[in-house]
């Protein structure tokens, strides 16, 4: 058991250090090696260094459906239950899902608000159809900022996103602008809110107007209503945000951020909802 751990670690830890910690010599380890071994146990050896790297490059998000499609597209023949039982023995597992409870939709009864033109419809027929957007707090040094982004659900791609260090629509407007700039909507399209006071702003109704853009919004008190953007954020800070081990700052935080976003999510995060696909791969395909 020893020595099959030493194997399974040899790309990341040095062998004899493995051995000292692990209290067994480094010539049993060798010995271990050249013994006879069945082709299934040599199978699973391999396997089990090619799902270590895939989740370390990761950076500890895959379970095993991700992992799985990675290995397929790698050309490995494995089922995904041999996955799973590998990743088991050799104890990989991601963090689990967290519930987050954050008020960071600031209504007012007294103004108007928009009727839900996406009803839960969260597979739209082309990319550019329908733009969802919201709003997340993440605690810095001093305090906190305000996350705002632009998720296209044709291909769950974030294609605006803004760092505020207040609540003010501007940092909405920002998202919103970059995200038009990256990708224009298309005619007869939507977007998606929640009930936030930002959202009903003057500048950011002016270039939903001036886009000629359909504004809906969730219906009062609903989450389930802006489903996809709100998992987003959850992902987001089981994957990035919760594994930073300080409080950073603004600019710190910003930087952090791009490299999730843009680096990580968008390009190579496979999405169970696009086949295990990565958003940005997903549309090369799609074209």
Known sequence: MKFNWIFSHCDRFRIKKMASVLNVSTSGYYAFLNRPRSNRTYENNEFSLKIRRIFYRSRKTYGSPRIHAELKEQGMRIGHGRVERIMRKDQISPQKPCIFRVRTTISDPTLKYFNNHLNQSFAPDRIGEVYVSDITYIRIKGGFAYLSTVMDLGNREIIGWDLSESLESRSVANSLERALKKRPIGGASIFHSD????????????????NKIQQSMS????????????SFYGTLKRECIRQIPELKTFKEMRQI????IEVFY??????????????????????
């Open 195 to 210: 009930r936030g006071i930002q959202y009903i702003s003057a500048e950011v109704r002016k270039i939903i107007q001036d």
């Open 266 to 287: 968008n390009r190579k995060r496979r999405h169970s909802a696009l086949d295990f696909q990565s958003p940005r791969n997903y549309i090369r395909i799609a074209a």
């Open 219 to 230: 219906r009062r008190g609903n989450c389930y209503d802006n489903a996809v953007q709100e």
């Open 257 to 260: 951020l791009f490299d999730y």
